[in-house]
């Protein structure tokens, strides 16, 4: 296993972070876009927030339906209602629709050493449109030039979409617009453009397939995604077998692009791998990791929101050969482990 | 009811096409795109085949699965063995997976009167790729210029994608790319660019939240689309409670742009309606059809391939203000009816 957790492991948890109204508990910081940011490292992180709730009681904090501009709403129903289905501790169906337990949205962190942070007080992106009314979810980011572009799951009752938004500041965020339609998530934008244009994986799901594998699109402008290519799917008996999804946005080595990405296998056991693909070519991938690089065996992976889970969606490779992977574990808190470009690329197959 | 159906239906059926191979037989000709050329009417048909099963047999045709330039290869399964699973006439699912009982191709035919149709006898366009393993569908015919641009659903084990080709003689097809990835499909391409960038209307299907909407997107080459808006859903309790999706190209008209649209209701039942889409601003709908303006009654509408549906892929909106609407009947054969611009716009609310 060619990834060592960092001693101080979680890095943040939910006590860590303030909810963004007092009647509000936070329940999970997870699942943070990471840059390098001058002497610092900047997570934006996902934090999920819900109502305190009764006994008895299932909460689903929303948009307000009707018109989302007015803010948030509770749907408030009783676990164990006929018209009430329990998914998991993340979803429930209420009615024949699909609700989430709590809605997310994104926040900066600042750290000098990567460890320890500070996690800024309010949200820096909140969910404020109708494709968003039950949350943000799991950014990347990627620098290109000056500007930082952060996309994120958008969830809402018309499924899962990915939305892109640019900031120079990670103050102020302005909003492009949707760049994948539902379902489809998990999108890492490549740094640099390759043939004069942008470049990025994106997991879309087939329903009627039942397949949720990565495919590769270019665009010419970041907001207009196209010319898909089909990257690479499930692998059936191995750690990958039932989802795979897009993870840190990818960096260049001097092998190809290196991308971390997630599989899930029939147990849903969330675990990384590493894909390495062509440098001018990247939906041609030229190995993969046999076996994960990163599982779910520490106490704060295998337990939390929802457990037996290491997902990322960001790390720091250093000019040195140190790959810095921060990633949510358990769905519930943040942690970092710590491997070489050497590592990753000698752990392919 | 506005629509007024051709005596002379069905135009086509499978009894008037060759097979494209002597061990075949096509089983449905239906969901044809449609234009305009001089002094004709161009249908691009959809056609399915497969071979003759023997008793007790499920087929699946499909492009040879590893590696697709060896051309068609047959899955012969048992039905009521323990490992199949029969969904409907169109599909069944084998130690899991997905497969489809024909494989489609599109074909031209011509009419001087777009009555009489002469079928080609041999395929246009082929399956070819491993993203059209299992068939090319419903093909759209936009054009712009002096090109005609043809979106066509690419079915595989990957899901149900969209597929872009364009033509100028609808002899030589040149496949640009993919442009919407699984599931979707229903796309159509507007007619003209609106603030500078290409429009369309597709219909993505969210899984997790049960959806199969309508989006509009735009884009800069026909390749790449994005700035993806929610243009309409589905609608409890009506006619298009179940899911709705794009069918004719679109097309103007003082009040702003009409869109024929197939609605599915619970009973899986297929009717068109209409759409008054702002002349601007297309994702917004200024009003929708109450009722169906066709709903499958006619004996080939309500027994086929698949029966209960009407679905078309093309209108021709005439200089004189008729609009001949072209459908596919039953999942089994073309046939067409005939209203009115002013009896569309009269029927929206």
């Known amino acids: 296993m060619p990834m060592i957790r960092f001693?101080?492991?979680p890095l943040i948890t939910p006590a860590d972070v303030k909810p963004s109204r007092p009647d509000f508990e936070v329940v999970c910081v997870f699942n943070a876009g990471v840059i390098r940011l001058g002497g610092e490292i900047l997570l934006l992180l996902r934090v999920a927030e819900r109502p305190r709730p009764q006994p008895g009681e299932l909460l689903a904090p929303m948009l307000c339906p009707d018109d989302p501009s007015k803010g948030l709403e509770v749907l408030r129903v009783r676990s164990g209602s006929p018209d009430v289905e329990e998914i998991d501790s993340r979803v429930f169906k209420y009615q024949g629709s699909t609700y989430l337990t709590s809605i997310s949205h994104l926040r900066p962190a600042r750290s000098k050493d990567g460890r320890n942070f500070t996690v800024a007080d309010t949200p820096a992106v909140f969910p404020a449109c109708r494709e968003e009314e039950f949350g943000i979810e799991d950014p990347r980011i990627t620098r290109i030039g000056d500007r930082f572009y952060v996309n994120y799951s958008a969830i809402s009752r018309m499924g899962i979409s990915t939305g892109l938004a640019v900031t120079r500041d990670f103050v102020t965020y302005e909003r492009m617009g949707i760049i994948f339609v539902p379902d489809n998530r998990d999108v890492t934008v490549f740094p640099e453009k390759i043939g004069g244009l942008y470049v990025c994986y994106h997991r879309p799901v087939s329903g009627m397939f039942g397949r949720a594998d990565m495919?590769?699109?270019?665009?010419?402008?970041?907001?207009?995604?196209?010319d898909h290519k089909y990257v690479a799917g499930t692998r059936p008996g191995m750690w990958d077998c039932r989802r795979i999804g897009g993870g840190a946005?990818?960096?260049?080595?001097?092998k190809g692009w290196l991308e971390i990405y997630h599989g899930v296998d029939d147990a849903q056991?969330?675990?990384?791998?590493?894909m390495l693909a062509d440098g001018e070519r990247p939906e041609r991938i030229i190995a993969r990791s046999p076996a994960p690089v990163l599982s779910p065996e520490a106490p704060y992976e295998r337990e939390g929101f929802f457990g037996n889970v290491v997902f990322t969606c960001g790390a720091v490779a250093e000019p040195d050969g140190r790959v810095i992977v921060y990633y949510g574990a358990a769905d519930w808190c943040v942690a970092a482990a710590e491997t070489t470009i050497d590592e990753l690329l000698a752990s392919v197959r």
Chains 1, 2 share one sequence.
Do not use: Q
């Open 249 to 254: 946005v990818p960096f260049r080595t001097s």
């Open 215 to 226: 495919w590769l699109a270019t665009s010419p402008d970041l907001l207009r995604w196209g």
């Open 7 to 9: 001693d101080d492991n």
């Open 269 to 274: 056991r969330y675990c990384l791998g590493a």
